[in-house]
């Protein structure tokens, strides 16, 4: 779906490269998590996805299409892009005509665009508010706004810049989980985080980004229990495995638990017999 | 063109300049110009504004400044040019129709005016580019008595040019992924398709100008009489400057009224 070879990109005339020579696939339905600390490169390389930005050097290729070779708004039907600021998009009166601008630039028809409104409002709980005004709403409501004008377009690939980014907890999780019913039902879906708990509870892939390179590239799970890798970069393992791996250092007790579910599952597993590490 | 307002650093005889010698240029620049009708002459007036450029080391972060002035200055005149009728006609778009009539008279006026513009604008990115704006605020205040709160505004709107670019930057990339089109043919499709980048441009600089207000104002903005940690002398190389200046601005004019240079 996604194939990245040998990419190099920077800016203007600045001889610093942004992107160095990034190489990976992601297929069709694969949920993955871009992390790295500031300036690593992750908003750089989503930018990439949908022709915002071009590669100075090698390729990136959307579905077949070289996006060196695409224009953003040839892309826009394959790739979805949730910006981090709700207000750069917002600009219509109502709810109802900015989830609608977006289809309206593809020429659907009245009708498939009213029903794609419609259903991209159900999916994020904006059913009520689609005749309001979109710059009254809350940030977090506005987010939701943003995110529904993106499915309205219906996208195979969803990239999210920080999408939880100003939301509370509760509210983020919402947005999370309505990202992992797409995954379902066989989007594609790339986001940047700073929230590692995010990543664990949510990516089954991460890649690691520092200086424009990728560090590493693997499972949720093998990249989360690499902590020495992940300091190079400012990174640190979700709270769960953390303690995990604390404890690993004593005879090891658990597996590779990454979220509180995870780790409260294992300790009622315990045998009854395990000796109390935690303060011996 | 976010280098608009943008202080380059450089070590240079420019930049050593009092903020008010530069000022005083860009006034007198501003002055001759709307003296002067000939293009050439005014022509003249903006390679001087290129070599001040060259001088102070700034003149490839100018190139896009400079550019974009022509490009407007070229529109400018597109759209001046066929509206002036008087004088002899050089050609004609549809011969023998005389639609898009050129006179003599339309284009000698018109590539003034669009000479003028360029001279007026052009000054002013190398009065910012080589001042930085802590210099300019002290100036304004401390020299010229301008009230703080005005001088304050003064240099945080052209502070904020950049910023707005940026803005303008990541609206546009927004709506661009919704496959909005900035690039249509159809001229009235495409005028409208800036209110998807204005709209929020403005509500954005709104909510920014608000947030700055509340910073500022819990800083201890406006209370009570303030006092500068650093001043800009105006040295001896500084009326030497303005001094050549004052007297080439009027050997120049003093050219104009006998009627040399016009």
Redesign the interface.
Known sequence: MIKVADLHFKYGNIDLEVLRGLSFSIEKGEFVALIGQNGAGKTTLL?QF?A?LKPTGGSVQIAGLDTGKST??EL??K???L?Q?P?????MPTVFKEIG??PK??HLSKAEIDHRVEEAAEAVGLSAFLGQNP?LLSKGQRQRVAFA??LS?KPEILVLDEPTTGQDYQEGIEIMEMVLKLNQLGHTIVFVTHDMELVATYAKRVIVLSHGRVLLDDSCRNVFYHPEILRQTNLFPPQIARLAQMFAQKPALFSRPLTVEEIYHEILNLPESTPNVCCS | MSVVANYIPRDSFVHRLSPLTKLFWSFLLMTLSCFFRDPVVLAGLFLSIVLVALAAGILKEMFPVFKGLLFIAGLFILFQIFFITDGRTIFTLIPGTGIGRVTDIGLTGCLAMGARMIVIAASFPILMGTTQIKDLVVVLVEKLKIPYPYAFMFVTSLRFVPTFMQEMDQIIQAQSSRAHRLDNKNFVKRFLSICPLAIPLMVTSVKKAERMAISMETRGFGVGKRTNLHTKEFRTVDTAVCSTLLLLGVAALALHFKGILM
């Open positions: 930018k949908n915002l953003t708004g826009a039907r790739v979805g892009f910006f600021n207000d750069h998009q917002i600009f601008f977006g630039n593809l710059l004008s993106v377009m």
